[in-house]
C-alpha cells in the first residue's frame, strides 16, 4: 500500500504544523479517555461533512478519543425534503406541509429503532438526522452542529425545527452571524477545516498531475479557470459559466467546473443539467468542461494548475472549497458571502465581491490573468492564513474542548 494512501497518525503532520501544538493534542485528549463520543450525519462521501469527518474520525481515535460515525440512510423522498429543509434553512420559500413533516419524522424513528446510542456525547449534523433525539432516552449532551448559512432562515420551517433543537444541549455554527438570538439553548461558533494529508490537499508531483488532467481530457493550451463545487444552485454554476463569457472576450482560456453529485442532494442533476443547457445555448462547448465524477485527485490536480479559482456563491456555509484553493496557494475571486470573508481579506490573499457583480468577479479574474506576479503573491498569503486558522489539527482542538466542555459539567 503505498504511504500517502493509508489513514495517517497524528505525527505525520510534523512537517506542517509545530512539535507544540503536536504535544498539545495529545494533552487536551487525556480527559477524554473514558468518554465515547458518536457522530452522525446523512452521508459519507460528497460535501463538506463527510470530507471532515473522514479525517477527524481517525484522528480523534489515533489520539485516545473514542470516536464513532455513524450515518442515517435515506430514501429519495427522506433527501428531498431534507434539501428543501436546506434550502428554506438559507432563506428560501418553503411549503410546510404536515406530509414532509410526516415523512422526516418517521425515518429518523424508524432509523433510532436499529441504532443504539448509549455514547457519552452525540453529536449531530445538519438538517437530516436532528430529530434524532426525540427517540432516545436523553442521558448524555447532544450538539447539534450546523454548517448550513443561518443568517437568514425561513421562520416557520425555523419555528418548526426549533422544536428539536431545544432539546439539545449546544448548537454549533460556522460563522457568528448564524446565532440565533431567539434559542435559549447555548450556541458556539467553531469553523469548519481541511485535512492537508488527504488525497485532495497532499501534495502532488507534476507526473501524477498530468496524468489525471489527461485521464478527464483537460488540456493546458490555454488559461485554466475552475470552480471546484458540487453542482448546487446556492453555489451559482450558471452564473460563473456568465463571468467566463465576459473574462474569454479579453483572453482566451477555459473553463472547469468540477463538481461532485452529493448522495443527499436530489437537486444536483438538475443544476449540472442546466449549465449543460446554458453551455450549447451560448456554443462554447470548446472551453467549458463540466465534470462530475467523485475524485479527489482530480480536484488537487484542477486547484495545483488552474490559474484562477472562482466561488460564486449565492448562499456559503463556510466554503471549504475556497479554504482547499487557498491551501494549493492559487488566487481566489469569490463571494462576499458566508464564511468566504473569514478566510479571505479582500486585496490580499484574494478578491472579495458581491455574488451579483459579474462585471467585477471578471474584472478580478482578468486582473490576476494579466499579473501572475500579483496572482504568486496572493497565493503564498492564501496558503499561510490556511496553515495559521484552517487545518485539521485546530478542528481537533475545538472539538475536543468542546466535548470536554459538556462532559465535564
Known amino acids: 500500500m503505498n504511504r500517502c494512501d493509508i489513514i495517517h497518525p497524528l505525527e505525520d503532520y510534523r512537517y506542517i504544523i509545530d512539535d507544540e501544538t503536536i504535544s498539545r493534542l495529545y494533552q487536551d485528549a487525556r480527559p477524554l479517555y473514558d468518554v465515547s463520543v458518536v457522530t452522525i450525519n446523512s452521508t459519507t462521501q460528497g460535501g463538506g461533512v463527510a470530507e471532515i469527518l473522514n479525517s477527524l474520525t481517525p484522528l480523534l481515535n489515533d489520539i485516545g478519543v473514542e470516536f464513532g460515525w455513524r450515518v442515517i440512510p435515506g430514501s429519495p423522498d427522506f433527501f428531498v425534503i431534507t434539501k428543501k429543509f436546506h434550502n428554506g434553512l438559507q432563506g428560501e420559500q418553503i411549503n410546510l406541509t404536515d406530509m414532509k413533516k410526516c415523512l422526516y419524522q418517521d425515518f429518523n424513528s424508524r432509523f433510532a429503532k436499529y441504532t443504539h446510542i448509549d455514547h457519552g456525547c452525540v453529536i449531530v449534523h445538519d438538517p437530516q438526522p436532528l430529530p434524532l433525539i426525540s427517540y432516545y432516552r436523553k442521558s448524555q449532551p447532544w450538539i447539534w452542529r450546523c454548517h448550513v448559512d443561518l443568517s437568514n432562515p425561513n421562520r416557520d420551517l425555523w419555528d418548526y425545527l426549533k422544536g428539536f433543537i431545544l432539546r439539545y444541549d449546544l448548537v454549533v455554527v460556522s460563522h457568528k452571524d448564524y446565532i440565533q438570538p431567539d434559542l435559549p439553548v447555548e450556541q458556539r461558533v467553531i469553523h469548519p477545516a481541511i485535512d492537508p494529508l488527504c488525497p485532495k490537499n497532499r501534495p502532488m508531483g507534476k507526473k501524477v498531475i498530468d496524468r489525471y488532467l489527461k485521464k478527464f481530457a483537460i488540456p493546458r493550451d490555454k488559461p485554466l479557470i475552475t470552480q471546484v463545487s458540487r453542482f448546487d444552485k446556492w453555489k451559482d454554476p450558471e452564473g460563473v459559466i456568465d463571468i467566463f463569457r465576459e473574462v ?97 481579506t479582500d486585496g490580499e490573499n484574494g478578491y472579495l465581491l458581491d455574488p451579483e457583480d459579474t462585471e467585477g468577479f471578471s474584472e478580478r479574474v482578468l486582473s490576476l490573468l494579466d499579473d501572475p506576479r500579483r496572482a504568486e503573491e496572493m497565493g503564498i498569503k492564501g496558503r499561510e492564513t490556511v496553515r495559521k486558522h484552517f487545518l485539521i489539527t485546530r478542528l481537533m482542538s475545538d472539538y475536543m474542548r468542546m466535548i470536554g466542555d459538556l462532559t465535564s459539567a
Request: aromatic share 4%; glycine share 8%.
Open 248 to 344: 474569454k472576450k479579453e483572453v482566451d482560456c477555459r473553463l472547469v467546473l468540477c463538481g461532485s453529485i452529493a448522495l443527499d442532494d436530489p437537486e444536483c442533476t438538475f443544476v449540472h443539467d442546466g449549465c449543460m443547457r446554458k453551455i450549447q445555448q451560448c456554443g462554447i462547448e470548446d472551453d467549458v468542461i463540466l465534470i462530475t465524477s467523485e475524485n479527489n485527485i482530480l480536484v488537487n490536480s484542477l486547484q495545483q494548475v488552474s490559474d484562477v479559482i472562482i466561488q460564486r456563491s449565492i448562499r456559503e456555509g463556510f466554503g471549504l472549497s475556497v479554504t482547499e484553493a487557498l491551501w494549493k496557494g492559487r488566487p481566489v475571486v469569490a463571494s462576499n458571502t458566508g464564511g468566504i470573508p473569514l478566510q479571505i
